[in-house]
């Protein structure tokens, strides 16, 4: 009998599923698309119920497509971070939308936070600055909002948790109300020291510590499955673990020296590094994962990658992300033009949230065309804004940057980033990296490998894409953009 891990990546956009055999490969695929509302400017919310069925069609799919005799060994986790939801403990219906980590609604609290000097403990214990991204803010609001909302939270009637609990509640049939350390780690209501919630910060966010789920490591059975849909019954949950952390596991980021950009409707730039490290005000510090020992990274969040161009998209009146990038290709170059994609604020390296979209260097002879091109060259710009903050920070060199996600199968976008940093880029051979990640750990915890080395040995060298001739014209380029960047921060 052939056995597979099925490894669930529950995405902000997309929902996928794909397994994966002792070898490393994947096998087989499933993915639907996922809907994001925004009730209110600055709100982002999703249907929960929606992303269980999503998940469901999507396994259905990958299942589907196994070969006669594969059997599924177990179920690897990874998701979309800092999005919560909140259900009811006995029928598991859910009491709230989930709130989407993009989403501002939690703004105001943030800013008075910040403003006070719990801001300092927050930043000391959790490794995060204060800001709506994060979920304990969110947390709060739902808590407030919610019907008898606090009673109920405070009497463990309400579970409360990020996308990787809901998803194994409802895989397990309401036994296993669970999350992992590094899906904690960014919650900013864990101490990085202790890797348990953190009864200061609980009482500081006003989040009762019986509402939350029990944090477990990254890899190792966490219950079982039990009446969902398309998905077996008694299969072993076997790791769970943030998408982000995952994709640094699967570029293979457990033997250190490694540093990865993640590209998806955001972008996440994660290295890891040797303890817990220094606060710094521009990069968070997080759990990388917990796989047996504990081990911590450097991150710098930015909001709107994807996200821009899916946006220039609608202002253009384009179908898709694609038909930008295809407008793009018809210009050499933005005419000076840039688009500083604050639309709910600047993450890393800046951390505004007040900071909202620019465009500068417009003159009569820019046209649509410039503006597509600028917003991909934003993405770009804006990895290399954290890439230099985290070469500081972390004391070394990038030699190169490892690279995974949608946006990067553009070839040109890849060219512009490698140029932008005067690196290699080295893009991975696999698009699913983050649910290999997922399913490496849940390998792990049933004996198909034991150590990093083996798991160093399944890698897939992937594509190498170095600087080329056009580097310095967008080396001048950069000076605009920086211009851009402090405009944009000045006005906020």
């Known amino acids: 009998m052939h056995d597979v891990i099925l490894a669930i990546d529950e995405g902000t956009t997309n929902a996928k599923v794909v397994c994966v055999d002792r070898s490393g490969a994947i096998v087989s695929r499933g993915s639907r698309p996922l809907v994001l509302s925004h009730p209110q400017p600055g ?16 396994a259905a799919e990958a299942i589907a497509a196994l070969a006669s005799g594969v059997r599924v060994a177990g179920i690897a986790i990874s998701n979309q971070r800092e999005s919560v939801v909140a259900w009811d403990r006995l029928s598991g219906e859910p009491a709230s939308p989930v709130i989407v980590w ?43 909002h919610i019907e008898n909302g606090r009673a109920r939270a405070e009497a463990g009637e309400l579970c409360i948790g990020t996308i990787d609990s809901w998803l194994a509640w409802h895989l397990s049939g309401g036994e296993a109300f669970v999350t992992d350390a590094s899906n904690a780690s960014r919650t900013q209501l864990l101490s990085l020291a ?32 039990c009446a969902f849909p398309a998905i077996p019954d008694g299969l072993p949950l076997l790791s769970q673990i943030g998408d982000s952390h995952a994709a640094l596991y699967g570029q293979g980021g457990f033997l250190g020296g490694v ?11 994660m290295t890891p590094i040797d303890g817990i490290g220094r606060d710094d005000r521009r990069l968070a510090r997080t759990v990388a ?12 969040n930015i909001t709107h990658t994807g996200a821009a ?66 917003s991909l060259e934003a993405i770009a710009y804006q990895i290399g804004d954290v890439c230099g903050a985290m070469e ?3 004391g070394r060199s990038l ?36 649910a290999l990640g997922a399913a490496y750990l849940a390998g792990m915890a049933v004996g198909w490998w034991s150590t990093h080395e083996e798991l160093a040995a399944l890698h897939r060298e992937p594509e190498i894409i170095e600087p080329d001739s056009d580097r310095q014209r967008v080396q001048d380029g950069q000076a605009g953009w920086q211009q851009a960047v402090r405009l944009t921060l000045a006005s906020a």
């Open 392 to 394: 500081q920070l972390a």
């Open 399 to 434: 030699e190169r940057l490892l690279v995974d996600g949608g946006p990067t199968r553009n070839r040109w976008l890849m060219q512009f980033q490698a140029n932008v940093l005067g690196r290699e880029v080295a893009r991975a051979s696999e698009a699913e990296v983050s």
């Open 259 to 269: 540093t990865k950009a993640t590209y998806g409707t955001g972008s996440s730039l």
């Open 309 to 374: 161009v899916e946006y220039m998209a609608r202002l253009l009146g384009l179908g898709d992300a694609a038909a930008v990038a295809a407008l793009a290709r018809t210009v050499p170059d933005t005419e000076g033009v840039h688009f500083v994609p604050a639309l709910s604020g600047l993450g890393a390296p800046h951390w505004a949230s007040d900071a909202r979209g620019l465009v500068t260097g417009l003159t009569e002879r820019a046209g649509p065309a410039h503006l597509a091109r600028a």
């Open 194 to 225: 202790s890797l348990s919630w953190d009864e200061d910060l609980l009482g500081l966010f006003g989040v009762p510590a019986a509402c939350l789920a029990t944090v477990m490591s990254s890899t190792g059975e966490r219950g079982r499955t």
């Open 102 to 144: 993009q989403c501002r609604r939690s703004g105001p609290f943030c800013t008075a936070l910040a403003a006070g000097p719990e801001a300092d403990t927050v930043r000391d214990r959790t490794g995060l600055p204060i800001d709506p991204l994060f979920p304990a803010a969110k947390m709060r609001w739902l808590i407030d």
């Open 289 to 300: 994962w917990h796989d047996r020992v504990v081990r911590y990274a450097l991150e710098g």
């Open 43 to 58: 709100w982002t919310e999703q249907d929960p119920l929606a992303i269980l069925a999503a998940v469901g069609e999507a």
